[in-house]
Nanobody, 126 residues
């Protein structure tokens, strides 16, 4: 239904910033990007995938407690893109970051998202 491609990852020192982007390609008859709830998840080595942030089609936003006040999720429906601005990065933010989409109500459960990108690596050094 939706193809997602993340970009913007990299290596940054603790305290630095990165902005991740996720470009969406919505297949014909799958609706429009604006109708999708979008989210960011991350997975660190040896750990389970965890929720980071989500933004609904109406712009309602939810963050994980661990990133609140440091990360900002946003979307540009004209560009079919969702962003994750990450400030004051910590070593523990090191992970592969995934973009995900779903049609329907907001949820923070990864199992509820049907489309995923390939992920982008974020490494924060001390």
């Amino acid at each position: 239904q939706v193809q997602l491609a993340e970009s913007g990852g990299g290596l940054v020192q603790a305290g630095g910033s990165l902005r991740l982007s996720c470009a969406a390609s919505v297949r014909t008859f799958s609706g429009t990007f604006s109708a999708y709830t979008m989210a960011w998840f991350r997975q660190a080595p040896g750990k389970e995938r965890e929720f980071v942030a989500t933004i609904s089609r109406s712009g309602d936003i939810t963050y994980a407690e661990s990133v609140k006040g440091r990360f900002t999720i946003s979307r540009d429906n004209a560009k079919n893109t969702v962003y994750l601005q990450m400030n004051s990065l910590k070593v523990e933010d090191t992970a592969v970051y995934y973009c995900a989409s779903r049609r329907g109500i907001v949820t923070i459960q990864s199992a509820d998202f049907g489309s995923w990108g390939q992920g982008t690596q974020v490494t924060v050094s001390s």
